[in-house]
């Protein structure tokens, strides 16, 4: 069964300043991989998923990904933070169209001003 | 125009007592998912039905029932109410043959 791991529980980061949050996922043939945010108290939103192609996966709000299948990380990344951008973020992944997500833990980006 | 909805937003209840959820989507989605977010953030799936019929089920207690009178529609009911099934649950529906799934808000549920 697949399964995701998230490093960090919290990263807390400047405003204006870079971010990465760490996703690796179980090896399997071929992978679906996802980004959602979730804002306090709201639901969960895209961000950006790789499916095919290019490893390099941009998304909403300036978020980008990049799919590593040797070493099967998909770590989330941000140049350049806002307070706006503080949320909940989990990586999800899938290895079959229709199948449920698996979901890693969350990591809390705490963006301070 | 929301896409995937839920009601209620939030539910408070009693130990004991019976409650329902419902789920719509306006997607034309033919497959729908409920997942429970528990109090540590984690979200795990719990159903998912295709065309009306339960395709998954996980370990989940016989007190929930899910329920899809349509394609649109997939409504998630307890029994007898207890106080560790409170969490945050999750809708999400998808379109065979497509890898991405769209979320409800969420329900809270606190059951005291």
């Known amino acids: 069964a697949q399964s995701v791991t998230q490093l960090d529980s919290q990263v807390p980061v400047f405003e204006e300043a870079p971010v990465e949050l760490r996703c690796n996922y179980s090896?399997?043939?071929?992978?679906?991989l996802f980004w959602y945010v979730q804002y306090p108290n709201q639901g969960l939103q895209l961000l950006l998923k790789?499916?095919?192609?290019?490893?390099l996966v941009k998304g909403i709000n300036g978020f980008e990904a990049e799919f590593n299948k040797s070493q099967t990380s998909f770590h989330l990344r941000k140049p350049s933070v806002h307070i706006s951008d503080t949320a909940e973020y989990f990586c999800?992944?899938?290895?079959?169209?229709?199948?449920?997500?698996?979901f890693g833990k969350g990591t809390r980006l705490s963006v301070i001003a | 125009d929301t896409a995937v909805s839920q009601t209620p937003k939030y539910l408070v209840t009693q130990m004991g007592n019976d409650k329902s959820i419902k789920c719509e989507q306006n997607?034309?989605?033919?497959?729908m998912y409920w997942y429970k977010q528990d109090s540590k953030k984690f979200l795990k799936i719990m159903f998912s039905?295709?065309?009306?019929?339960?395709?998954i089920n996980e370990t989940v207690p016989n007190r929930f029932s899910p329920k899809s009178p349509d394609k649109a529609h997939l409504n998630l009911h307890i029994n007898s109410l207890e106080l560790g099934d409170s969490a945050v649950y999750f809708c999400?529906?998808?379109?065979?043959?497509?890898?991405?799934?769209?979320f409800g808000p969420g329900t809270r549920l606190l059951v005291l």
């Open positions: 997607l034309g989605h033919d497959t």
């Open positions: 999800a992944v899938s290895d079959q169209r229709n199948t449920p997500l698996v």
């Open positions: 090896s399997s043939v071929s992978v679906y």
């Open positions: 999400a529906s998808s379109f065979h043959g497509e890898e991405t799934q769209y």
């Open positions: 790789y499916l095919s192609g290019s490893t």
């Open positions: 039905y295709n065309n009306k019929e339960l395709i």
